[in-house]
């Protein structure tokens, strides 16, 4: 699976979650709280990432996560690894 598919799902699920981001591109730089996200929709962004993506994580490795790019990295690596 290549970086951007991950990227596409992640970002696909920022824009049902965030106002007022529909045709404008998501920075993944940036932390999900910069999107005005609120925890709840923080989970739910993970959680239906990771399902689309078929991939389990540990909430312990989610924790630490400052931006959308290292979800990003985080989902490809376990990806790779299955």
Known sequence: ????????VVTKH????????DDKPVDTSKSMK????GSLDIVEIVSASMREL??????TELAN???VDELVDLFLKV???Q
């Open 65 to 67: 996560l400052a931006n």
């Open 14 to 21: 920022i824009r049902l979650n965030a106002e007022g981001l």
């Open 54 to 59: 078929k991939i389990r994580v540990p909430r």
């Open 1 to 8: 699976m290549e970086r951007q598919q991950v990227v596409d």
């Open 79 to 81: 990806k790779q690894q």
């Open 34 to 37: 910069e999107f005005g996200l």
